[in-house]
């Protein structure tokens, strides 16, 4: 047995050592626990696993109007018996900044909390309000670098940010990647693909506030499970006067009036 291992060539005895036949038979799953690591077709599969908890979120949607911008998303309770005022998913950022999450919860509390000391801080310095594209980077930030650390995971979240500013209305999604991008209209969570599908076939780059939130409650209803009231979804809305505001119960209830 010496005298054979003597005649096997150097790299092939480093190979039997390290067990050849398992490394090099390792697939796609073999990396999914690793962040860090690409997989042999260049893929970080955490973050695919993290798309993956956002498309089992309650959808929710945003629309780019001539004269403002719409946030709205599903509110399903866990159970009949909370508090339903108790789950809020459209945050406001700053007075004309507000975001809508789909995924984990826990998760969007942390990026809205440091979107929030974001802005303050810019605040802070210019005595300014923080332009959109700005803060949005900075959150993009903070979720690509939870792709290149170890120790820790991609959020399980995608976001969408709306805003005014000095150049107008903003509309932007982020994912867990950390890419963002500018959008006329968009939707996120379980229903995305018929979200999009409705708003492709709906939107115009003419539309008016008022009709975005009619195409917005529209589009909720395409992939509805039950009935829509105003008690299930949320519509959060910024205009030219530059101030982001929730719609009330009653508010959304006068709009699903105007759309059945």
């Known amino acids: 047995l010496i005298d054979r291992w003597k005649e096997v060539a150097p790299s092939q005895r480093l190979l039997a050592c390290l067990g050849a036949s398992k490394w090099t038979g390792m697939g796609e799953s073999d990396y999914s626990f690793s962040l860090t690591t690409f997989s042999p077709s ?27 911008v719409v946030l709205a998303t599903e509110k399903r309770m866990p159970s009949a018996l909370m508090d339903d005022t108790s789950l809020t998913k ?10 809508v999450y789909s995924g984990m919860g826990p998760d969007s509390r942390v990026l809205i909390s440091k979107a929030r000391k974001s802005a303050q801080a810019y605040y ?23 792709t290149q650390s170890g120790g820790v995971r991609p959020f399980g979240v995608s976001l969408m940010v709306a805003g005014f500013d000095d150049e107008g209305p903003h509309l932007y999604q982020v994912d867990p990647s950390g890419s963002y991008f ?56 910024v205009g030219e006067d530059g101030a982001f505001k929730l719609l009330s119960a009653a508010e959304i209830m006068d709009y699903l009036g105007e759309v059945e």
């Open 124 to 146: 802070g310095i210019y005595q300014d309000p923080i332009p959109v594209s700005q803060l949005v980077r900075e959150v993009a930030k903070v979720m690509q670098e939870f």
């Open 42 to 68: 260049g893929k970080l599969l955490q973050i695919e696993y993290a798309l993956n908890a956002v498309a089992a979120g309650a959808t929710s949607l945003g629309i780019k109007a001539k004269n403002g």
């Open 182 to 237: 500018a959008w006329k209209a968009s939707a996120i969570g379980k229903n995305m693909v018929n979200a999009k599908t409705f708003l492709e076939k709906r939107y115009s780059d003419d539309i008016e506030l008022e009709d975005a939130i009619h195409t917005a409650i529209l589009t909720l209803k395409e992939g509805f499970e039950g009935q829509v009231t105003e008690k299930n979804i949320e519509i959060g809305l």
């Open 90 to 99: 459209i945050s406001k950022i700053t007075n004309s900044i507000g975001i």
